[in-house]
């Protein structure tokens, strides 16, 4: 499916900082000046900056998807290949069963759920999470914090006094990105960012000591469909028979053939209705629809979530 393109969707959102963040730079500088915990810095809008790297974010929301996926799943590939389950990315072991497997459309239908989405060893990921810039480096607010780690048996300092530098105000930007996504993956997205937005779980450093809590805020999602038309009122594929009615969101199953779409494991079908009309893309090709603000993407999620409980046979 890699080779083809049949839907997209980008999720623009910010995220501030509830409290103190730390996503630690992976080396200490030679300045004794500086604490000795950085945070991550790069070149942007003309200076130097902090930002939330795009591999630390996939990171989390990776870790917490697998989480809700082995709660209503398994954590291990069972005998019944319909229920859901979540591998364990590190454990290369665990893919030994597609050893002797080669076409992509196997690996795909055999592979956990996690993996189908966040991708793994054998196949490639849907999902693309830009770096997280700030909105206005005026508005940060970045201090110094000390501490000291505690030895376990004898209740002393084991290391330290250290201290660690941390961010606790402002705005940073980012987008995710979906490629050839089922509506269930989609949900799951908005299950992750519903739960980090809770502070269900943090990110970067510290997270168990009440550092890395932010709060989400969902800006737009824009859901492409680059190999259709609007005629009519109705969303057309090019060079199939398929049509739907403008105000429909629609999975990759629904582009594929009933034999394809069973050999790659994606539902057909795999659409659900939604207030937002689609309109042309630019050049006049392809077919896309936005969801503008808070409340409407919640409202594409809620859609999206409907697809996700009824995979788990749950009623929406």
Sequence with gaps: MHKRFVNHCTIDLTLTPCGPILIKSGKEGADPTKPDM????????????????????????RAHAE?????????????????????DPLDLKGYQYLDNVKDSQTIYRLSSFTDQFFGSVAISSRARIEDAYPVDRAQLKIEERNGVAIDRVFGSVAVGPFN?????AGEFRTKIHLKNFTLAQLGLVGLVLR??????????????????????KLDSAVVQYPGCVLEAGQIKALGAAQSWPHTTLLGAGEFLEADEASRYGFPKPDHEETPV???PMDLNFGVQATW??????KDLFTRAVSSWSRLLGVAA
Excluded: N
């Excluded at 810095?41 to 630390?56: K, M, N, Q, V």
């Excluded at 082995?70 to 389950?85: E, H, I, Y």
């Excluded at 660690?164 to 606790?168: A, F, M, P, S």
């Excluded at 739960?195 to 989400?216: H, P």
């Design 38 to 61: 950085e945070f991550v810095e790069t070149f942007h809008a003309g200076g130097r900056s902090i930002y939330l790297p795009g591999s630390s974010l996939k990171g989390a929301l």
């Design 67 to 87: 989480r809700i996926v082995r709660t209503v799943g398994s954590d291990r590939r069972p005998d019944d290949a319909s229920r859901l389950w979540a591998s």
């Design 164 to 168: 660690y530098q941390v961010c606790t």
């Design 195 to 216: 739960d980090l937005d809770d502070g269900w779980f943090g990110l970067g450093f510290a997270k168990s000591r009440g550092m890395g809590l932010v709060s989400v």
């Design 277 to 279: 009309a689609a309109q």
């Design 292 to 297: 503008s603000g808070p409340i409407q993407v």
